[in-house]
């Protein structure tokens, strides 16, 4: 099936950021088949669906750990591993798969709701969290944990990614709505074995590897005092060979930074749990001269804590500027991108992050009936991003689609029931603290 959708203004966020006046997408079979303005679209009778407001691709979340939805506002005020090591591991340690599915349900409808049409997750029970992305209807980057802690075997997590993997295909799902990958937890939680393990089995199988890189300044001593530094050591056990996606990298040296773009690691900027666990300031304006690709990341919503990407947009273009005392760091536009074609590169995807020929038909309707647009549509292109990027953000979002598939209508999802999804949430949640 064929359909075109209109609007005033349409955002594909190609790499120079353009504004599409009068704009039309076209999707068949839920990929776009054309992006561009209405005089030069091709002759279709496919139905029309217009849209008054603003047409931007469904934001890419780099990173998250989504079902600690359950989890959200506990030890708010600690630094990051006491945070791991007193609150939160220990409420982990509790959890069943269905309380899992439960928190993943309600934090893809949250990040749906705000315009997050795929995230990047790590996280336990990764068989019940895509069964909670298949009822809503989103996309998923997707990895069970593979970290060494009492009770839990790294061997055997590794070997179940494998058989997963082998079984179902990297992508499987409605629309390729499901990515596996492997969930490698950090140099800190795991011995240089296991990570030359996982890098050799995800090459194999050529997965993404999504791992936490230098987050906290303590939190990798011995590795630095061994290796010179986690991607040195990432590098030297053949994991930077693959496709890999390293989380946070506050921490880096100009040689780590060199590091990643020579080997095409992708990063995933979390600026919302950087500030909030006092973690430090990422070296994003570096990050980007090196062309290094770089998306945005909320991070589990509880050490930011909520799941909405537009947040992360404007923390980025903040920090940035505040960080170097440099307010052209990082412009509007720059920061839109980082939330959408960003994050896809940065995860080692074509498919999603723009609105282009080929790619999935994941996109997000903004309704500018709102105070941010007080001065109409018809403003220069740098004001209309600016309007959208600093005064708008996730309260606009009004109707989001998945590979073409509605998914939201009218701030509302469409395939899950939210009130029932909040009750199953708060029932997981209230056990977990009990």
């Not at 298949?134 to 839990?152: E, K, N, S």
């Not at 990515?179 to 795991?190: F, K, T």
């Not at 647009?373 to 600093?390: H, I, M, S």
Request: aromatic fraction near 4%; proline fraction near 5%.
């Amino acid at each position: 099936m064929s359909r075109r959708f209109s609007a005033p203004v349409v955002l594909p966020c190609d790499p120079a950021c353009s504004v599409i006046r009068d704009g039309i997408v076209e999707v068949t079979d839920g990929r776009i088949t054309y992006c561009g303005p209405a005089q030069q679209a091709p002759a279709s009778d496919a139905p029309v669906t217009a849209l008054p407001g603003i047409l931007v691709p469904g934001l890419v979340n780099a990173h998250a750990h989504s079902p600690m939805t359950l989890l959200r506002g506990m030890g708010g005020d600690l630094p990051l591993l006491r945070w791991l090591n007193e609150v939160i591991w220990p409420a982990e340690a509790k959890l069943r798969a269905e309380d899992v599915r439960a928190g993943m349900l309600l934090g893809s409808l949250e990040m749906l709701h705000n315009g997050v049409t795929t995230s990047a997750e790590m996280y336990f029970h990764a068989e019940e969290m895509a069964e909670a992305v298949l009822t809503t209807g989103a996309r998923v980057v997707l990895g069970g944990p593979i970290i060494d802690l009492p009770g839990l075997d790294w061997r055997r997590m590794i070997a179940g990614t494998e058989k997963w993997i082998d079984a179902e295909g990297l992508v499987f799902g409605p629309g390729d709505r499901i990515e596996l990958s492997y969930a490698a937890h950090s140099a800190y939680m795991l011995p240089p074995e296991a990570l030359r393990l996982t890098a050799e089995s995800a090459a194999a199988r050529g997965a993404l590897v999504q791992i936490h890189v230098a987050e906290a300044p303590n939190e990798d001593e011995k590795q630095r005092a061994e290796f010179g530094s986690v991607p040195k050591l990432l590098d030297r056990v053949g994991l930077l060979d693959g496709r890999v996606v390293a989380a946070h990298a506050v921490h880096l040296s100009d040689e780590d930074i060199a590091l990643f773009a020579a080997k095409g690691v992708g990063v995933a900027h979390c600026p919302g749990s950087n500030a909030k666990l006092a973690s430090g300031f990422a070296r994003l304006k570096d990050l980007r001269a090196a062309s290094v690709a770089v998306g945005l990341g909320t991070d589990g919503p509880a050490s930011n804590d909520d799941l909405d990407l537009w947040e992360e947009v404007q923390l980025s273009a903040m920090l940035a500027r505040l960080s170097t005392k440099d307010s052209t760091a990082l412009s509007a536009a720059d920061a839109l991108l980082l939330a959408t074609r960003g994050g896809a590169e940065a995860l080692g995807r074509t498919d999603i992050g723009a609105l282009e020929a080929g790619r999935w038909a994941d996109m997000v309707h903004i309704d500018t009936d709102d105070f941010a647009f007080a001065a109409g549509l018809d403003v220069p292109d740098e004001q209309l991003l600016a309007n959208l990027v600093w005064a708008s953000g996730s309260r606009r979002v009004q109707d989001v689609w998945v590979a073409g598939d509605q998914v939201i209508k009218d701030g509302e999802p469409t395939r899950a029931d939210r009130a029932k999804a909040l009750a199953s949430a708060k029932e997981a949640a209230a056990r977990l603290m009990g």
